[in-house]
């Protein structure tokens, strides 16, 4: 899962079955507490937030 928020982006490694990290659950709410805008699964990567160069690795 790629995280962008402003100018800055995080990777987070999922495992199946495990429960979300505080972390990462922090990075992916917004502050209305609903998932960050736009959220897009691009085939087992989870895009979460905008940032181009995180984008362009993911969609080429």
């Not at 962008?4 to 502050?31: H, M, N, R, T």
């Amino acid at each position: 899962m790629i995280v962008a928020k402003g100018q800055k982006s995080a990777e987070f490694a999922l495992a199946p079955g495990a429960p979300l990290a505080d972390e990462l659950v922090d990075a992916i709410l917004g502050p209305t507490g609903n998932l960050r805008a736009p959220a897009v699964r691009a085939g087992t990567t989870w895009l979460v937030g905008f940032h181009a160069d995180a984008w362009e690795r993911a969609f080429g």
